[in-house]
């Protein structure tokens, strides 16, 4: 697929039908599979090994197209990840990268070959989400309550396990309101290697200094973002940049010994367009979150609606 950089519009003269033959590459090119649809043919792929995506990437023209599509390399390489990624500039080299597959001609592995006679709209919107910026999109303030210089038996009374709210100023006087920038991270953590979200099986890593370059090149869908229960562990320092606030002090988990405890705090760090996934917290448990640097929309459901379902998924998602 290919899409013109800077579309003028054009006028042509009026041709009929006749004068000019339109090429379909489906029906030649996919056979009985045409009948599928976009999403689905990509989803199937999604299941294939590397060398077999690359032998039906030789089969027909439209193979190809649906063959070296960035989300399919994406999911491919992050299932096959076996060691800490380095993004290489497009998904498809960093899962040749892991599979230690070299190109003797570089130069030819540059240029991708184009077809005329396609166009798929479910690939065209997912182009369109990977490059969409959310600078300009209308957001408003929500309908959460926002709060200030909560005591304690305030928010005791008023919202713990009741319903959420939006506390201003916790966060001021932590070093972690200056320090925690791209460019402050990387002069102490660059060769720190932290978690990425879950998007495998495996557990992903990559050092801070290769991820902050993924970020500036990457055009995903729904970009990778750090998203590290470990952070305490593996740099240590970070700890003493944040205190829990007086009101979040009580800690039912802390009666447990460290090794027994189940995940209580994570390092969250990504780009615009990353985020969770619809989901329920570990065990159904209660957290605070503290938004430190950029914007994040949150959407929050109210659990009567559904409860026997979110349990059910809550449970099985902590206990898997």
Request: glycine share 4%; with cysteine; proline share 6%.
């Given at each position: 697929?290919?899409?013109?950089?800077?579309?003028?519009?054009?006028?042509?003269?009026?041709?009929?039908?006749?004068?000019?033959?339109?090429?379909?590459?489906?029906?030649?090119?996919?056979?009985?599979?045409?009948?599928?649809?976009?999403?689905?043919?990509?989803?199937?792929?999604?299941?294939?090994?590397?060398?077999?995506?690359?032998?039906?990437?030789?089969?027909?023209?439209?193979?190809?197209?649906?063959?070296?599509?960035?989300?399919?390399?994406?999911?491919?390489?992050?299932?096959?990840?076996?060691?800490?990624?380095?993004?290489?500039?497009?998904?498809?080299?960093?899962?040749?990268?892991?599979?230690?597959?070299?190109?003797?001609?570089?130069?030819s592995c540059r240029k991708p070959l184009h077809f005329d006679g396609f166009n798929s709209l479910f690939l065209y919107r997912r182009l369109y989400?990977?490059?969409?910026?959310?600078?300009?999109?209308?957001?408003?303030?929500?309908?959460?309550?926002?709060?200030?210089?909560?005591?304690?038996?305030?928010?005791?009374?008023?919202?713990?396990?009741?319903?959420?709210?939006?506390?201003?100023?916790?966060?001021?006087?932590?070093?972690?309101?200056?320090?925690?920038?791209?460019?402050?991270?990387?002069?102490?953590?660059?060769?720190?290697?932290?978690?990425?979200?879950?998007?495998?099986?495996?557990?992903?890593?990559?050092?801070?200094?290769?991820?902050?370059?993924?970020?500036?090149?990457?055009?995903?869908?729904?970009?990778?973002?750090?998203?590290?229960?470990?952070?305490?562990?593996?740099?240590?320092?970070?700890?003493?940049?944040?205190?829990?606030?007086?009101?979040?002090?009580?800690?039912?988990?802390?009666?447990?010994?460290?090794?027994?405890?189940?995940?209580?705090?994570?390092?969250?760090?990504?780009?615009?367009?990353?985020?969770?996934?619809?989901?329920?917290?570990?065990?159904?448990?209660?957290?605070?979150?503290?938004?430190?640097?950029?914007?994040?929309?949150?959407?929050?459901?109210?659990?009567?609606?559904?409860?026997?379902?979110?349990?059910?998924?809550?449970l099985a998602e902590y206990f898997s």
């Open positions: 697929m290919e899409v013109e950089e800077n579309p003028q519009l054009q006028t042509q003269p009026e041709s009929s039908p006749m004068e000019v033959e339109q090429i379909d590459r489906r029906p030649a090119a996919l056979g009985d599979l045409r009948l599928l649809p976009d999403e689905v043919l990509c989803a199937i792929l999604t299941f294939l090994t590397p060398r077999d995506v690359a032998r039906l990437s030789c089969v027909s023209s439209v193979m190809y197209i649906l063959c070296n599509e960035e989300p399919l390399w994406m999911s491919i390489c992050l299932d096959i990840a076996n060691r800490q990624l380095q993004y290489k500039g497009s998904w498809k080299r960093t899962a040749l990268d892991q599979l230690n597959v070299t190109f003797e001609n570089n130069e989400r990977c490059y969409t910026s959310l600078n300009g999109f209308y957001y408003d303030t929500g309908n959460v309550e926002r709060a200030k210089n909560l005591s304690i038996e305030e928010f005791h009374d008023k919202y713990d396990g009741q319903k959420p709210v939006l506390i201003a100023g916790l966060a001021d006087t932590w070093p972690a309101s200056t320090t925690w920038t791209t460019e402050e991270l990387l002069k102490k953590y660059e060769d720190t290697a932290f978690k990425l979200s879950q998007r495998s099986r495996h557990k992903i890593k990559m050092k801070l200094k290769d991820y902050v370059s993924y970020i500036k090149l990457q055009h995903d869908e729904d970009p990778l973002y750090i998203f590290d229960e470990k952070f305490g562990e593996t740099a240590p320092e970070l700890l003493k940049d944040y205190s829990v606030p007086n009101i979040f002090k009580e800690d039912f988990f802390d009666v447990l010994d460290r090794d027994q405890r189940p995940p209580f705090r994570w390092l969250i760090m990504g780009p615009e367009r990353s985020g969770a996934s619809w989901h329920v917290d570990p065990a159904l448990t209660s957290a605070w979150n503290t938004l430190l640097c950029g914007r994040k929309r949150y959407i929050i459901e109210n659990q009567s609606l559904s409860f026997p379902v979110i349990l059910s998924q809550g």
